[in-house]
């Protein structure tokens, strides 16, 4: 192990920052991060053993206790439960004789929800050692059980089982563009960089990640810091579920987002970039660093771009399993080799971003749109959307759909053009921005994708009329308790208290005082949170208790009290233990 960490160390140079690749590589390896690996760094990069442990307890993906050499992570996103996922992973269980959330006494394999693995377009999904393996079923379980029996490594399956498509239904004015390679830094030397940024600043383009702040503003605000060195990040940790249209822009558009990041770093006078991937697009990684390779050899990236003299490159980062890693400000600190939660603001990245120093964070979209409008100017990005929300809108779609996957659509398009767009019928309702955004019912389809209306980072997913609201609900209310940082008590209790909550009435023992007790909870989550993902996180329950008041009303059993679980259930295994079922032993339990 010492000559593994040392030639793992000497291959990250010692860097700090660099520490999220580094356990990454440990727990590759070791199938965990065991403490001797924690002692050697601790040692050799002068960092506490209290911080390393505090970053691996962060990550969903690292363990301090060994996990199965085949690492098996089931998508729990409510997209999958829609496909059956719950009866394929128990099959799978079966299959291969280990239980969930466990893992197999020889140590061979160990099987384990996650949270949206960002396939919700080819689900049930599932990450086999981090990797995507789309469109699961029976006959699939079956081929993966048998290769584990055989203990096969992975790179010797077949290629089919990781495979995954790129679904893009409907383009429009980004993706119907053509981009050449350094075309858009050409445009802009030509223009002039200071020029250029008025054309972005002309197109009103605005950040497509869904808080919508004005792109040329942002990049504005970073170039006049009087400090010199700045950085540019690309936000590719596109962990809301529902979406995955950065995924498709990565391996489908690669080129253009890199062109793009280059552009904002002749634009704001950068010379270091960086990509943060969203550990579940592990599948990416490669493919990105030879994108990003063969740039460097063909004068695009590196030193003296174009020979023009410029100076910028990009270094990919991979995040490990951490929701609230979406949020710039907690990117940031993992890029910086610590625990993502969110900072206090301000100061904002702009000024004091990584290192401290001003950085720009933007998502994959938006530096793509940059790069074309680079090209073909902001009178052109700017003629279509709305007059607060120009050009057009990728959207990830799936849900009750025949067609899900990739659409792009103006800005301004009533949610029921985009229905009928994808052949959605008999709609109940659409959650537009994933779980943190707003749910519509389908009396609200003349609504409108808009900054102004119905903003959205992309994700859409369509329910319908057969759906169970509250089985809705309680998906996204347990996915937001769950990847909660814990850092402030309001969410790290209150989303806790809420996702119980939700239980309780699902499970219908719900009483008028719990549904009060949840509007409450709401607020305070709403008010109290530390960051977007508290803030948010009882959105799905305030919006459909909105909409669908009596689906709620119709879950009160006691009008007056209501047990928030059931006594007789709760001493089931006292019974066992006394082997003991007679009536006696036995609680009767009902409210007035």
Not at 52 to 73: A, C, E, K, M, N
Not at 169 to 194: C, I, P, V, Y
Request: glycine fraction near 10%; hydrophobic fraction near 40%.
């Amino acid at each position: 192990m010492n000559e593994f960490i040392a030639q793992l160390l000497e291959a990250n140079g010692y860097r700090k920052t660099r520490l999220m690749a580094i356990l990454r590589a440990i727990q590759a390896t070791y199938f965990h991060i065991p403490k001797e690996a924690i002692t050697l760094l601790s040692r050799l990069l002068g960092l506490p053993v209290s911080h390393i442990i505090s970053v691996v307890d962060f990550y969903s993906f690292f363990h301090l206790t060994p996990r199965g050499q085949y690492d098996i992570l089931f998508s729990d996103s409510i997209t999958d439960h829609m496909l059956d996922k719950q009866n394929l992973m128990n099959y799978l269980s079966h299959q291969c004789q280990v239980g969930i959330g466990q893992v197999r006494k020889d140590g061979r394999v160990s099987l384990a929800n996650t949270a949206c693995t960002g396939m919700c377009d080819q689900g049930p999904a599932a990450l086999i050692n981090g990797y995507a393996v789309p469109r699961l079923d029976r006959p699939k379980i079956d081929l993966i059980a048998q290769l584990i029996e055989q203990g096969l490594p992975l790179t010797e399956w077949p290629e089919a089982i990781f495979h995954v498509d790129d679904l893009i239904w409907k383009t429009g004015l980004l993706l119907n563009s053509r981009l050449n390679a350094g075309e858009s830094l050409l445009a802009a030397d030509t223009r002039g960089f200071d020029a250029t940024l008025n054309e972005i600043a002309q197109s009103k383009l605005r950040g497509r990640g869904g808080a919508g702040f004005k792109t040329a503003l942002k990049w504005q605000m970073c170039a006049s810091e009087p400090e010199q060195e700045r950085f540019v990040v690309c936000n590719a940790d596109e962990g809301e579920p529902g979406t995955f249209k950065d995924r498709v822009l990565l391996n489908r558009y690669a080129d253009w987002l890199i062109e793009g990041m280059t552009l904002a770093s002749l634009l704001i006078k950068s010379q270091q970039g960086f990509l943060y991937l969203r550990g579940e697009y592990l599948h990416l990684f490669e493919p990105l660093q030879a994108k990003l390779a063969e740039r460097r050899r063909n004068g695009l990236l590196g030193e003296n771009i174009l020979g023009k003299g410029w100076s910028f490159d990009i270094e990919i980062c991979l995040g490990a399993g951490s929701y609230i890693c979406g949020e710039e400000s907690a990117l940031i600190e993992s890029l910086e080799g610590r625990s993502g939660i969110a900072r206090n603001r301000p100061p904002y990245p702009v000024t004091e971003g990584y290192l401290n120093k001003p950085t720009i964070v933007d998502n994959v979209e938006t530096f793509i749109a940059a790069a074309h409008i680079a090209i073909q100017g902001g009178a052109w990005f700017a003629a279509q959307g709305t007059e607060q929300s120009s050009g057009t809108k990728i959207l990830s779609i799936c849900g009750d759909t025949p067609q899900p996957g990739i659409y792009e659509v103006p800005f301004g398009t009533p949610i029921a053009s985009i229905l009928e767009d994808c052949l959605a019928e008999d709609v109940l309702g659409v959650q537009v921005g994933g779980p943190s955004g707003t749910f519509i019912s389908n009396r609200e389809f003349d609504r409108r994708l808009a900054f102004e209306d119905l903003p959205s980072g992309g994700s859409f997913i369509i329910f319908n009329k057969q759906r169970n609201i509250l089985e809705i609900v309680r998906n996204f209310t347990h996915f937001f308790a769950d990847e909660s940082c814990g850092f402030c008590t309001p969410c790290r209790v209150g989303t806790i208290l809420l996702s119980e909550q939700i239980d309780k009435l699902y499970d219908g023992y719900g009483s008028v005082g719990d549904i009060v007790a949840l509007q409450e909870l709401g607020h305070l989550l709403k008010t109290n949170s530390h960051c977007g993902l508290g803030q948010t996180a009882a959105n799905p329950m305030l919006n459909t208790l909105a909409r669908y008041p009596e689906i709620y009303q119709s879950k009160i059993k006691f009008p007056h009290f209501g047990p928030g679980f059931n006594l007789d259930e709760a001493l089931q295994a006292a019974r066992k233990i006394a082997h003991r079922d007679d009536s006696e032993a036995h609680l009767s339990q009902s409210g007035d």
